[in-house]
T-cell receptor, first 113, second 114 residues
Framework: DTGVSQNPRHKITKRGQNVTFRCDPI?????LYWYRQTLGQGPEFLTY????????KSRLLSDRFSAERPKGSFSTLEIQRTEQGDSAMYLC???????????FGNGTRLTVT | AQSVSQHNHHVILSEAASLELGCNYS??????LFWYVQYPGQHLQLLLK????DPLVKGIKGFEAEFIKSKFSFNLRKPSVQWSDTAEYFC????????????WGAGTKLIIKP
């Protein structure tokens, strides 16, 4: 178990630029989740995949956000035309089978200037 | 809509003190309940979980939590804290008959004075 890996750890970008984050889940885990966390808050659900299928997407997720998991392994989260309000920690988690206990990565901290 | 409330945002205790962190949720159906911990500079880790059965669940590092269905509560306890328990603690809830989303509390920052 090498854990959930997220890259990059930190990303600073200017408003209006596009950014892409990557998540590598634990290898035998078929479910993958993206959450966002801002200071003083718990994580907020963004979306999740079962294998390569994106099964649910939060209403919080604007059209500027898109996530993919093309081969059911790693996933990418892209934010287009970033805004200052997108500044947050983006967390990826994975789980196996029907388990609802999640394994988290260290997150990608996005700062939009 | 489901929500999770953690009563204390910050708790400061001395070593060997007893700990209880409150968590209440709002949802009328069957739930799975979780406590996660985030040590400084580290990722979120599962501390303990309740799915069904004995409402008193034991987790890692001497932590336990009790599910009281009538009070919609899942409080976290530890009889004697250590300096290494300094961390942020999050309660999370998942509605069994819905999707795989976890709804999270805002977290409690626990500082243990040596």
């Amino acid at each position: 178990d090498t854990g959930v890996s997220q890259n990059p750890r930190h990303k600073i970008t200017k408003r209006g630029q596009n950014v892409t984050f990557r998540c590598d889940p634990i290898s035998e885990h078929n479910r993958l989740y993206w959450y966002r966390q801002t200071l003083g808050q718990g994580p907020e659900f963004l979306t999740y995949f079962q294998n390569e299928a994106q099964l649910e997407k939060s209403r919080l997720l604007s059209d500027r956000f898109s996530a993919e998991r093309p081969k059911g392994s790693f996933s990418t989260l892209e934010i287009q035309r970033t805004e200052q309000g997108d500044s947050a920690m983006y967390l990826c988690a994975s789980s196996r089978g029907d388990s609802r206990a999640l394994h988290f990565g260290n997150g990608t901290r996005l700062t939009v200037t | 809509a489901q929500s999770v409330s953690q009563h204390n945002h910050h708790v400061i205790l001395s070593e060997a003190a007893s700990l209880e962190l409150g968590c209440n949720y709002s949802y009328g159906g069957t739930v799975n309940l979780f406590w996660y911990v985030q040590y400084p500079g580290q990722h979120l880790q599962l501390l303990l979980k309740y799915f069904s059965g004995d409402p008193l669940v034991k987790g890692i590092k001497g932590f336990e939590a009790e599910f009281i269905k009538s009070k919609f509560s899942f409080n976290l306890r530890k009889p004697s804290v250590q300096w290494s328990d300094t961390a942020e603690y999050f309660c999370a809830v998942n509605a069994v008959d819905s999707n795989y989303q976890l709804i999270w509390g805002a977290g409690t920052k626990l500082i243990i004075k040596p």
